[in-house]
């Protein structure tokens, strides 16, 4: 169980991040989570947080270029060209933040992968669980014996 301190009521986090009910329910679903459940209280792990801390801040940055009036065609304003290092210190710099958003969706997989366990799969995928685990670890029932006469007896009907 999570210690109390670790343990952020949907509430709060709304009022920490600063978004409406709507907007928290959605951000859940698009990263694929649920809060978890102490009897009638619903809460969001220290994991669970810093997942939505990260997606706020992504969206948070997203909405500060869609909303800046400086950054629409036509009214970008005139600054000298960057030359040699600091140009590429800037393509670098972009460069290291699209890697960054690009990794976003895989890291949060990542996350969300490692906080789940076998319970958290779909049948599906605890079916074609349970079929690895039985190739890798097969019952060997059959004796030495058994196995070569069966394969004796593959090879004599090949033979007619």
Same mark, same amino acid.
């Given at each position: 169980?999570?210690?109390? *301190?670790? %343990?952020?009521?949907?509430?709060?986090?709304?009022?920490?991040?600063? &978004?409406?009910?709507?907007?928290? @329910?959605?951000? #859940?679903? !698009? /990263? =694929?989570? !649920?809060?978890?459940?102490?009897? !009638? &209280?619903?809460?969001?792990?220290?994991?669970?947080?810093?997942? $939505?801390? +990260? @997606?706020?801040?992504?969206?948070?940055? &997203?909405? $500060?270029?869609?909303?800046?009036?400086? /950054?629409?065609?036509? *009214?970008?304003?005139?600054?000298?060209?960057?030359?040699?290092?600091?140009?590429? +210190?800037?393509? %670098?710099?972009?460069?290291?933040?699209?890697?960054?958003? $690009?990794?976003?969706?895989?890291?949060?997989?990542?996350?969300?992968?490692? =906080?789940? *366990?076998?319970? +958290? #799969?779909?049948? +599906? $995928? %605890?079916?074609?669980?349970?079929?690895?685990?039985?190739?890798? *670890?097969?019952? &060997?029932?059959?004796?030495?014996?058994?196995?070569?006469?069966?394969?004796?007896?593959?090879? %004599?009907?090949?033979?007619?």
């Amino acid at each position: 169980m999570t210690p109390e *301190n670790e %343990r952020t009521t949907p509430e709060e986090a709304m009022e920490l991040l600063g &978004i409406e009910k709507s907007q928290y @329910y959605a951000r #859940l679903k !698009k /990263l =694929g989570m !649920k809060a978890k459940r102490d009897g !009638k &209280i619903l809460y969001l792990d220290e994991e669970q947080m810093q997942l $939505l801390r +990260d @997606y706020n801040q992504a969206e948070n940055a &997203i909405a $500060l270029i869609d909303d800046s009036p400086g /950054l629409t065609l036509g *009214n970008i304003p005139q600054v000298e060209e960057p030359a040699g290092d600091e140009r590429d +210190d800037i393509m %670098r710099q972009a460069a290291e933040l699209r890697a960054q958003q $690009l990794a976003m969706p895989d890291l949060i997989k990542l996350y969300l992968a490692a =906080g789940m *366990n076998e319970s +958290d #799969l779909p049948p +599906d $995928l %605890r079916e074609a669980l349970a079929a690895t685990r039985t190739a890798a *670890n097969p019952n &060997i029932k059959k004796s030495a014996a058994t196995i070569a006469q069966s394969m004796l007896q593959e090879y %004599r009907s090949h033979q007619k």
